[in-house]
């Protein structure tokens, strides 16, 4: 059956991307709308197993190892600066305006600081898709995007730690932090002495495909240790891809995960998101989906945007890295579990989420599209 649903998320994916093509939008945002039609939402041809969970799983680890990959490490550090205040202008607005939303609707303190964490989480994973499409991943502006997701996740993590030690929760905060800055310091130090070594004692072996096996040896390895320290699997995943950038095996490395990736793990995993998605019971939750849902949009699209013109990008720019900041995704629906888990959300808050993260990703690439177009329109014009 897994063999069969895989043949048709295939089918589906790429024709539902090339239509979205045709009509001006980025492929992906009709491989999500393809996934909520085959789903249990629509027709009901393809189920959510955990065959199709960890296939989507590989699929974002790849996605966001392919984008590493193409990352400049001195464009990087150009966009530190950057990538910093767009970090915090994007979590600032968004918990500060969730915490009184939770207020407003009589939530406890605790329950509205834990929704202004989920409303400030971020991720770029669908971002990446849409700045490739676009060939802005390499540019000033994504790579200052993917190095604000990093400052997100760590200090969203944290936050969350610190609020779960104060809400009784069985959180040892110091433990917390002292696992964020081990997994950097390890990973920094990999990237730069142990994964070069690595791939060059690796690759020499008498076996086929040594160079692209050890790559994505290291890639996993990275995710797993991300994970594992509570960092977001897709961080470490990134970094792994960082790395490798920096060595001669780059290219070859690049050309063959691109095409492993996308023949079928990345598009999986974009279908996947639709597929998840359900709609039974909402209806009478609609005004609070609907509220929480701008909230969402427009804390992120102000927040992120502001850092990003405070840091001296053009407003069409600024405005294209907020929407890009927009999606919550995955990270989102971790930490809203953790709450549902805890008490901090209750069943109905949690349906109410999952389906205000679904629409953030579904409205990110389009977004994007729009500010950046105008951004190139304008150089154009200057030009």
């Known amino acids: 059956m897994i063999l069969l649903q895989i043949a048709i998320i ?34 009901g041809w393809i189920n959510e197993t955990e065959t199709l969970t960890e296939f989507s799983q590989i699929g974002v680890i ?25 970090g915090f202008g994007g ?11 939770g207020m407003a609707m009589h939530l406890s303190v605790m329950e509205s600081l834990f929704l202004g964490l989920v409303l400030s989480a971020t991720s770029v994973s669908i971002s990446v898709q849409a700045l490739k499409e676009m060939n802005k991943l390499k540019t000033p502006e994504g790579i200052t995007i993917l ?40 990973v920094v130090l990999a990237g730069w002495k142990i994964v070069p070594l690595f791939l060059k004692k690796f690759s020499s072996l008498k076996v086929t495909e040594t160079v692209i096996s050890s790559a994505l040896i290291i890639c996993f390895v990275f995710a797993y240790f991300a994970e594992y320290t509570g960092v977001a699997a897709i961080i470490g995943a990134y970094i792994a891809g960082v790395a490798i950038s920096v060595t001669n095996f780059k290219h070859e490395v690049f050309e063959k995960v691109e095409t492993i990736g996308y023949s079928i793990f990345v598009p999986i995993f974009f279908t996947s998101i639709g597929i998840t998605a359900e709609f039974s019971g909402i209806m009478e939750n609609m005004g609070l989906i609907v509220t929480l849902s701008l909230i969402a949009i427009l804390t992120k699209l102000i927040g992120a945007s502001i850092g990003a013109k405070a840091a001296g990008f053009g407003w069409n720019s600024s ?12 990270v989102a629906l971790i930490i809203s579990a953790i709450g549902l888990e805890t008490k901090l959300l209750s069943q109905e808050m949690f349906t109410v989420i999952v389906v205000v993260v679904l ?25």
């Open 10 to 43: 295939l089918i589906a994916s790429k024709l539902a991307g090339s239509f979205s093509v045709r009509f001006g939008q980025p492929s992906v945002l009709g491989k999500l709308i393809i996934g909520i039609i085959l789903g249990p939402a629509v027709l």
């Open 62 to 86: 790849l996605l966001m190892f392919i984008a590493g990959l193409e990352s400049d490490v001195d464009e990087f550090k150009r966009t530190g600066k950057a990538s910093t205040f767009v």
């Open 91 to 101: 979590i600032i607005v968004p918990l500060a305006l969730g915490y009184a939303a």
């Open 147 to 186: 190095g604000a997701a990093v400052i997100d996740d760590v200090v969203i993590i944290i936050a969350l730690a610190i609020l779960m030690s104060f809400s009784g929760g069985d959180v040892n905060l110091s433990m917390v932090i002292l696992k964020k800055v081990l997994f950097f310091v390890i």
């Open 319 to 330: 405005l294209g890295i907020g929407a890009a900041m927009i999606s919550r995704g995955e």
């Open 359 to 383: 629409v953030t990703t579904i409205v990110t690439p389009p977004m994007m599209k729009v500010f950046f177009k105008s951004t190139a329109q304008k150089e154009n014009n200057i030009a």
